[in-house]
């Protein structure tokens, strides 16, 4: 009943089959990996900043040589010390910042260095908007040489929760924590990280370090899932139109040899040229 399944369409239908089937299993596995890992760098980004703030505080030129080197996830939350001079009259506010349940704003002073260089600090937080703060109610920075201790970030970015891209910001305000934003406001160089004080002159009150973005933990990690159990499904549907179609096929034959099934021939009779003109208008 089955010679059918060795004719040359059949073995074609069989290739097809062969080579589907474990490619399907081969890319569902290959998104399940890419899942997997993303879960693994998710675990580890959210083990470093506990691991960073338990180090002991490290000198900034031992995380930061220079103004090109990056922060990196196993830096981020780590404990430095700055030395250096507030340059006041560059002094920043960051708008549209929560903490808690209140909505306010940074305060951001360049901490230059013996460098040259600028280390941007948040000093602290104060609710309120920013563009009706009133000066004298923000702590001046210390005077003369400092040595500053606080915990390292990353660059904001674009998907930064609180920051304001789009421009239009009066002067003396930032939208963005970043190089590429200080570079164009400030007359030095500017390093890439930037630190949150641990302790807060009061009123202003310590920001606390912010997790690593890009983490792992996302929608891409999430479309892998996705992806693995499509390619399984398309893998276990191949299989299951072979088996239909061989069923169907083996099913036919059988009715056609029992003879359940006409021919084509005799399931449409040809009709005489009698019965044509017949069925034709009359002129």
Known sequence: MYRFLLTPRWVGVHLFVVL?????????????SRFEDRMNSHHVAEQAPKAAASAAPAPLAAVLPDTTAQVTQDTTGRTVTATGRYDTAHQLLVPG????????????????TNGGAALPVVRGWLPGEASSANPAGIPAAPAGDVTVSGALQAPENTGTQGVHSAGGL???????????????VLPYEVYSGWITVTDATAPLRAVPPAAPS?????????????????????????????????RREAELREDTALGLVPDQ????????PGKLEEALPGD
Do not use: H
């Open 214 to 246: 890009n983490s792992g933990l996302d929608l891409k990690a999430f479309q892998n899932l996705g992806y693995t159990g499509e390619w399984f499904v398309f893998a276990g549907f191949v299989v299951f139109m072979w088996f239909r179609l061989v």
């Open 265 to 272: 021939d005799q399931a449409v009779p040809a009709e005489s």
């Open 97 to 112: 910042r929560d903490l808690g349940d209140r909505t306010g704003f940074y305060v951001l002073t360049p901490l230059r």
């Open 20 to 32: 589907a089937v474990p490619f399907c299993v081969f890319m569902g596995s290959w998104q399940l």
């Open 170 to 184: 009066p002067p003396g305000q930032l939208g963005m924590i970043s190089a590429a934003s200080l570079v164009n």
